[in-house]
Nanobody, 124 residues
Framework: VQLQASGGGLVQAGGSLRLSCVASGLTFNRYSMAWFRQAPGEEREFVAAIKWSSSGIWYSDSVKGRFTISRDNAKNTVYLQMNDLKPEDTGVYYC??????????????????WGQGTQVTVSS
């Protein structure tokens, strides 16, 4: 299984980025997908998740209203549209795949497959 994340970069506060994660080696439309992020010296934290059918979507409180997660099962790809970026959004963003029940959609331990991460840096 491979999860290839891309789309990170350097952006000024208030700007936007769109992250993509292409999955291979798994039956994509059977997996829920999530984005986590990790700032320097911090633990990896939940950002957003989407069920295999897009019937359920979850966000952390810190990104709700600014970020949008979506997926295209025909392309084996999950996206994270990030708007109104803030310096505190800086970190390495990881995509993950798993089959958690709804209760655990925000839990890092619920995802068995992880991508390599893409760096997002927001300058003030």
């Amino acid at each position: 299984v491979q999860l290839q994340a891309s789309g990170g970069g350097l952006v000024q506060a208030g700007g936007s980025l769109r992250l993509s994660c292409v999955a291979s080696g798994l039956t994509f439309n059977r997996y829920s997908m999530a984005w986590f992020r990790q700032a320097p010296g911090e633990e990896r934290e939940f950002v957003a998740a989407i069920k295999w059918s897009s019937s359920g979507i979850w966000y952390s409180d810190s990104v709700k209203g600014r970020f949008t997660i979506s997926r295209d099962n025909a392309k084996n790809t999950v996206y994270l549209q990030m708007n109104d970026l803030k310096p505190e959004d800086t970190g390495v963003y990881y995509c993950a795949a798993g089959t958690p029940i709804n209760t655990y959609m925000r839990e890092r331990s619920a995802y068995g497959y992880w991508g390599q991460g893409t760096q997002v840096t927001v300058s003030s």
